[in-house]
């Protein structure tokens, strides 16, 4: 019906055929030990550093060697840390011994949703709350009201007081503090307007470890799939190849703005059937990661009811739930959806991940998040509950701060109108942000780049010339890698490739965060059209 | 040649027997659904709250039932947090609401290796930098002098310069902050007398991340074998079980204050090759959990040894290397070990788990660790560091204090005195603890209970009467989770089961910390006295 849509299940095939050639090739690579070439062996991940002494590949007599390791751990990739993020702190470190090595003097990552590290700031009152947790001795000092608003004193007061023994230091119930709980299922019905229950929620370090979580207890094998979208955040890709499962692919609408259509889902499901794989769970990115697109209500209503009818665990990715930068486009949560449609408990199998990383708070180093888990049975549960106690708990100051995320300063309090002024002053930063770079990407020759409704992402497509690609492939890497590596080592912007995403066969594309600063940003735009053209020109057929 | 190795060959046989009979009445209960009795079944790891509607378990429309599940996830146990701490947090909710509900007025958690929980303070030092780094606007307010010490508002800000634009809310690289690494590579030098390389270090979320990347990169399925010492840390055997490889029993011998005989490590080795699994590991926890014992540098030579000839990795769990109490024992680790025995990098392939959850500084809740890891190949090394990229990073909080924890105060800084004399009060009151509840525990009938030269905890074997043993059969639970039940409900005295560690068959044990602050032993001591003569008056043959 659409562009990309046209031709897919012949894509598809294609892809299946060239993912079990990609298998044979990397066990051939590893047959030939480690004489293979850098780019594409599984050396491509290696550590950033060169270490004197250690590098005892050779070393023969050791008893771990690639071809005795977990297969699953070889096949899995993680390119938003991949070779070309190596590359770039390679030249980082360059650049300081001396800053003439390259012809830019920093490298700028917008490789990766982190946007402390580019100069976000973090939400005042939030720390103020974590510093008093975690130096529990300033909440007696008289010298502290000088130094805290008084409601981030009274709100560590109240953190510390759910807390047995006020103890930020000690293992907390495995599903995290219940009083914090209580907060974030308070933040869940104040955002849906439905009851949310402090026990259906896990805190987890982030999102990732909750998705990890999810797809240990659904992959038994090979034979259990999960649907997920493509392009996708290569979390669920790495983490369904660790478990050993199958990822059954569906594919968003490039020219519908990454549209998600159920008769795709439907198809998909249908195809990975009919070659023995259950399908254990959808997962949806809701707004959408790379591709920054917000799900309209009704589209959602209708993924409820394909997962429903289909016997799915939907698996929610609603990290970005506060990064929404269009008018025309709101966030709802998967859960209010459900359950706005009359579906409760015993009907739907939802989980809903959410991260401190993301929204407006950014909060990636600290390690913070939940997931809201509901129809599952208590046998189900208590094996969920069993596998969150193995590790013990998540960490306190994450916790902390998951539950800050979801219960912000109201009216009237101290904070709020400091907290409301950050708050926007990002969000319509980063909104400002995303617009002028995506109206500076479309206007690069061959380049097509939906807007970025949500997220912290724009996914443009590259048109690249066919010298390109072959210039690529004698290279032995893909063309949208040739590409980003080419604008790395030109202008030290860091991107991620299309492929480390997956996309629709033959398209390239690469992923651009919208985080770099607003008087950033310029530059930005002219090195990479600078850089765009004389890719052009120097490849054009 | 003791009491204990005398008939561990016939144990061993009569376990694996055991163990297969455990798997076949698992699935039999799988396959009865869940009107299986709580205590056998795998509910035993049920919440322990029960939620309003969400107890559907007879919904069969919804997609996951434990029949659908991973059997990986359903074959992990982890009994430190297993059902007798279920029955402790109902018991605690009761007593909220009616103090006088039982004959005790509180709960007294010796389950867990939970310091703070118990009201041990932490190191004043750590957290002063820990709420400078959490609240950086603080080092910019004169008033801050007042309140923190000079040296942790120095080595904030020389933390603060070692992360890229101060972000404490960014993600790290993913092995961690290179100059917190740089830290703890020098204090692992200072403690062994042997290089240490910051390149060689991955942070974690506590030990236990680490030890899960390790199993997965090393189990491929049940011919992959890790020797596990018998009793262990279950986290072990949950790991493994994940993973789905084979633990490979070694036992301890209690006898010889838990003895590690390398003549039992050939025998369950040669034992494993003749079942064909592949020996990939040798766990080693030193000093002991949960046995407490401290090896001696010469049986730690010939461990080292044995892995080298065996070719094994030797995964060390150091994570109680503060916690020694006696003073004929003293830690070393297996790196500064095999360093003295000339092994280098392309000898020995060894990992050492470190913590911030134990030592004197007992930060569980703040999920902060390390491996470092050594004797690797770069491709194998890379595959590490892909497995940490998956992830992202560890929580920066933790980062933090595990560069603390191994570069704490020096002679001369503001806060030496203090440190000081915080670790060495904690310290000392540990080992007086230590030695209090083994001396009453050595009092009570039919109990033998090793001292705990180390780590936090004590496994009394107790001799329970035949009566006790078929009571405990009636009851369908095994006779130590008996014994542990009814001194729970006696006592509000927390405790787990020998059997959640696995031990020689036939003897029963239980682990009991020695966590709670000194004024609460001597109560705990009488509780315990009364109840254990009570228990055997109740089932003396």
Redesign the interface.
Known sequence: MRRFVIGQAKNLIDQTRQARHESLRLLSLLAAS?SAPVLS?????????D???????S?S??????D???????K???A???EIVNIAQKLQEDLKINKDAYPFDEIIYCN?G??????QQ?I?FF??V???C?????LD?S??H??FSSDSIDRAWKILDQI??K?????????GIKGLRDAIAAGIEARDGFPA?P??IFMT??A??GV?MMM?????SEKDGILCPIPQYP?YS??IA??GGSLVPYYLDEASGWGLEISELKKQLQDARSKGITV?ALVVINPGNPTGQVLAEENQREIVDFCKKE???LLADEVYQENVYVPDKKFHSFKKVARSMGY????V?LVSFQSI?KGYY??????GGYMEIT?????????I???A??????????QILASLVMSPPKPGDDSYDSYIAEKEGILSSLAKRAKTLEEALNKLEGVTCNRAEGAMYLFPCINLPQMAIAAAEAAKTAPDAFYCKRLLNATGIVVVPGSGFRQVPGTWHFRCTILPQEDKIPAIVNRLTEFHKSFMDEFRN
């Open positions: 480690d062996s599984p050396r491509l991940f290696s550590s950033s550093s270490m004197s002494g250690s590098d005892s590949s070393s007599s050791l008893p771990v060697t690639l005795s390791l977990n297969p699953k751990v070889l899995c990739e993680y938003v840390r991949g990766i982190n946007p402390q590290s580019l100069g973090p005042t720390r103020e974590l510093a008093l975690s130096h529990t001795a300033l000092e010298a502290t000088g130094l047995p023994g103890a930020t230091g000690a293992y907390s119930h495995s599903q229950d026990n259906d370090d982030g990732s470890p990890h240990q207890l659904l992959i038994s979390l790495a983490s660790l478990h254990r016997g799915l665990v409760g408990e015993k009907d199998c990383s950014g909060e990636c180093g600290k390690r129809g599952f049975t208590s046998d189900v549960r208590a094996q509950y069993k596998l106690s193995v590790n013990l708990c998540s960490n306190i100051s994450g």
